[in-house]
């Protein structure tokens, strides 16, 4: 995204240049445990979907799991 694009989308939600400009360091400070704490609390398997990319739809299969 083009920064101006950027600071304009942000600016116009509610957001201050602050915010933009700390973004990149919050990203960073992100631990890989953090990540996966998230991941365990809010991605259920019981509730995904699988999809399949088929070359051809003539020639796909049903796979269901």
């Given amino acids: 995204?083009?920064?101006a694009?950027?600071?304009g989308?942000?600016?116009?939600?509610?957001s201050?240049?602050?915010d933009v400009r700390a973004r990149a360091e919050r990203i960073r400070a992100v631990t890989a445990d953090?990540?996966?704490d998230a991941a365990r609390?809010?991605?259920?398997?019981?509730?995904?979907v699988t999809g399949y990319l088929v070359?051809?739809?003539a020639n796909r299969e049903d796979k269901r799991s």
């Fill in 55 to 57: 070359k051809d739809a």
């Fill in 9 to 14: 989308l942000a600016l116009t939600t509610g």
């Fill in 34 to 36: 953090q990540v996966r």
């Fill in 1 to 3: 995204m083009a920064l």
């Fill in 16 to 18: 201050a240049i602050e």
């Fill in 41 to 48: 609390r809010w991605l259920d398997q019981r509730r995904s």
């Fill in 5 to 7: 694009r950027f600071y």
